[in-house]
């Protein structure tokens, strides 16, 4: 039982070492998008989740169900906005660029 307490302890210690931290800085030639994408399930997000992150130039992604947005930071040499939108459209959804403030 004492293993088990702190190997939780451990791991929550761990997980809350990084909640609160600041955004970290965009490099030279990366960028970052949120889209509102006419997704409507799960299976929508999985589709979505396995085939953007092979998009070239695609470096980071997070797609959330609740809210319909995908927010992705892409390198800028590789991709642009225009380009994420038709790999969008290429599965079957509408991508829309939504402004959000820092």
Do not use: R
């Not at 929550?12 to 889209?35: C, I, R, S």
């Not at 085939?51 to 040499?77: F, Q, R, S």
């Amino acid at each position: 039982m004492k293993t088990i307490t702190v190997i939780f302890c451990s791991l929550f210690l761990f997980a809350a070492a990084g909640y609160g931290q600041a955004p970290e800085k965009l490099k030279k030639n990366e960028a970052e998008v949120t889209f509102s994408v006419n997704m409507s399930c799960h299976n929508c997000q999985k589709k979505i989740e396995n085939a953007i992150p092979h998009e070239k130039g695609v470096l980071d992604m997070k797609v959330t169900i609740e809210t319909k947005e995908v927010w992705i930071k892409y390198n800028t040499t590789k991709t642009d906005k225009e380009k994420l939108v038709q790999a969008f459209e290429k599965l079957g959804y509408k991508a829309t660029e939504l402004k959000v403030e820092k």
